[in-house]
């Protein structure tokens, strides 16, 4: 249920000290990599507080031209750099992780010595979940700086993710001897210390797309039927949604006590998607509708961080997923309706990002009414247009300009669309 997405900002703020650090390599700078190194220590500025990305495109222009009719020109070769510098980061901020990558790869070519370009690639297609390549630019820029702590909390996070836990441990420990007190370091790795006091002894299974972890005391055959689910959901969130994320999803099946020491999720909380599908089904011995849903809904998680690269308002994330799971195990909107008939409906501002906090009742409304509201998207607009609203999403658009792009032709806005459905379902409740 509750996606748990701790380290954006951390990364975020790595990358740009990363950026600061390479950009003042380079000297003297090219002016808009000057303008833009101004802001790089404050990681949440808005990119058009800034020289815009197409700004930054049309000095390069100038720059490469300059470049190719004089290649050895130490100067020009230097701005080009930060031009480049300059420039990526803005599409990293946007979310542009693939054209990110190629202007720091036109960086490295320059200075393919200077690891900091490594580094920079490696963190673009960690983003990617392109891990092979990201393991490898993260080792490239180790064997040349040693172990500095960004390459070795980055390179951790590629491990960590890749099922390597216990390496990506070993590199957080010795990236905290060089910088104590680093609070996403210390974060990450005791995430990482509880996961394999509890994992350390669970078995394993592998479906085409899923690689499981589970309890011993889970039976085999119950494990089994839970790939099978999750393959099944694959198949139909991928297809509704038309998109097919190509890194394997590792899965795991705790006991609920277990869960809870992993996770930190509220005691209603029946599964989370944090990169990894956890589900407290330690107790389970059948598959059944309400264990489906769960699966479905913890399934499309995965697609929409994939299309949003993890920037999607909570309700509507949350919204999806039950949409998926209500496939399974639909309901009564018990709650919904309740808060309808008293005119308490919750301010959908309100449920854009934790659910953690909320009561048990007040979970229970804020998920009926993201559900509500994504199956009146749904049903009024199709599929196809939610899926533009999470592709902007993920290409750094808000939410409000996410959806006002995706619905463009029926001139339609965030807050016009819960106008819309709030005049739809309180008419439903009158009429009935």
């Known amino acids: 249920m509750p996606v748990l997405l701790k380290y954006r900002h951390s990364l975020l703020h790595g990358v740009s000290t990363i950026l600061v650090l390479s950009c003042l390599s380079y000297s003297p700078l090219l002016a808009v990599a000057e303008q833009t190194n101004d802001h790089l220590h404050q990681p949440n500025v808005n990119a058009s507080a800034t020289t815009s990305p197409e700004g930054i495109k049309q000095e390069l222009e100038l720059l490469e031209n300059s470049h190719r009719l004089f290649p050895l020109n130490e100067k020009i070769t230097h701005n080009l750099a930060s031009g480049y510098v300059a420039y990526g980061y803005q599409l990293f901020k946007l979310n542009h992780y693939e054209q990110a990558d190629e202007i720091f790869l036109k960086a490295q070519e320059l200075y393919p010595d200077d690891a900091s370009y490594e580094l920079l690639r490696g963190i673009c297609n960690y983003y990617l979940k392109k891990y092979d390549i990201a393991r490898s630019q993260l080792e490239l820029a180790r064997s040349q700086t040693g172990d500095s702590t960004e390459v070795l909390y980055f390179l951790g996070l590629v491990l960590y993710d890749t099922d390597n836990r216990q390496q990506a441990v070993e590199l957080w420990e010795l990236a905290l001897k060089g910088s104590p007190g680093r609070e996403e370091i210390l974060e990450i790795l005791g995430k990482a210390r509880r996961e394999t006091a509890v994992e350390a002894s669970m078995d394993q299974g592998h479906s085409s797309r899923f690689d499981l972890s589970y309890d011993p005391d889970v039976d085999t055959t119950f494990a089994l039927s839970v790939l099978d689910v999750l393959e099944a959901a694959a198949n139909a969130v991928n297809g509704e949604l038309d998109h097919y994320p190509q890194a394997r999803v590792p899965v795991g099946i705790y006991k609920r006590g277990d869960y809870k020491t992993v996770t930190d999720s509220p005691d209603w909380s029946g599964g989370v998607y944090d990169g990894k599908i956890r589900l407290p089904f330690g107790a389970a011995k059948e598959m059944t509708p309400a264990l489906r849903a769960v699966l479905y809904h913890e399934y499309a998680?995965?697609?929409?961080?994939?299309?949003?690269?993890?920037?999607?308002?909570?309700?509507?994330?949350?919204?999806?997923?039950?949409?998926?799971?209500?496939?399974?195990?639909?309901?009564?909107?018990?709650?919904?309706?309740?808060?309808?008939?008293?005119?308490?409906?919750?301010?959908?501002?309100?449920?854009?990002?934790?659910?953690?906090?909320?009561?048990?009742?007040?979970?229970?409304?804020?998920?009926?009414?993201?559900?509500?509201?994504?199956?009146?998207?749904?049903?009024?607009?199709?599929?196809?247009?939610?899926?533009?609203?999470?592709?902007?999403?993920?290409?750094?658009?808000?939410?409000?300009?996410?959806?006002?792009?995706?619905l463009s032709d029926y001139n339609q806005t965030y807050d016009g669309i819960i106008r819309e459905w709030r005049g739809y379902i309180i008419g439903n409740s009158v009429e009935k």
């Open 301 to 406: 998680h995965v697609v929409v961080f994939d299309l949003t690269r993890g920037s999607c308002p909570l309700w509507l994330n949350e919204g999806i997923a039950e949409v998926f799971g209500r496939t399974q195990d639909n309901r009564p909107l018990v709650a919904l309706e309740h808060a309808v008939r008293k005119g308490a409906i919750t301010d959908f501002r309100k449920l854009e990002t934790s659910f953690g906090n909320l009561s048990t009742a007040d979970a229970t409304l804020a998920y009926q009414q993201s559900y509500s509201v994504v199956n009146y998207l749904v049903s009024t607009y199709g599929w196809h247009r939610v899926k533009q609203i999470l592709v902007g999403l993920g290409n750094g658009l808000s939410a409000e300009n996410a959806v006002a792009a995706a």
